[in-house]
């Protein structure tokens, strides 16, 4: 509605008026995507809180995940949170479901309670949990543990337990 009255006074303007209002309304509808367009990339993107709020560690989980070798079994606990969704899996597990897409179907499973583990595998928390890490190092006597830390800090982000075949010799727990 305003459009149809901004359209009915335009009509009554003269042609110089015309145009420069014209003018100024299209110079302010441009403004729009390019002060937008700042504020994400000088503004947003420099701030280092966006990071949390995106919590990039899932990200960098999912590079992990991506690197590891063909031959390894995959496990991740989806265990920080969130709404659960349409697929099964917490809002919090969606990073990784979509950056490791190419390999999810046959390489990434996402433990549930009576999710059978087998060797060699690479199992990753997305949060921190002692207690299945004990259960864990009990049943594979030769898991290794590697922390991740952030990058310039040594805050532990998640933690990566390796399993190797089930023959192997007792592996070193950091």
């Avoid at 009554?12 to 729009?32: D, E, M, N």
């Avoid at 499973?109 to 690479?122: S, V």
């Amino acid at each position: 509605m305003p459009l149809l009255f901004f359209a009915e006074w335009l009509k009554t303007r003269r042609v110089g008026s015309k145009v420069g209002i014209l003018f100024l309304a299209g110079a302010f509808l441009a403004a729009i995507p390019i002060w937008n367009t700042a504020k994400y990339f000088f503004f947003f993107a420099k701030n280092p809180n966006a990071h949390g709020a995106f919590n990039e560690n899932f990200t960098r989980m999912a590079s992990v995940i991506n690197e590891l070798p063909d031959t390894m079994h995959i496990y991740v606990l989806p265990n920080a949170g969130g709404t659960m969704i349409d697929n099964g899996l917490p809002i919090t597990a969606q990073p990784i479901v979509f950056l490791t897409h190419d390999r999810k179907k046959d390489r990434v499973t996402f433990l549930e309670n009576d999710t059978p583990i087998t060797t060699p595998a690479t199992i990753l928390f997305q949060a921190r949990d002692d207690t299945l890490t004990e259960k864990i190092i009990h049943a594979f006597p030769n898991a290794v543990i590697t922390p991740v830390f952030s990058e310039g800090t040594r805050d532990e982000i998640f933690r990566i337990i390796t399993i190797e075949t089930s023959g192997r010799e007792k592996g070193s727990r950091e």
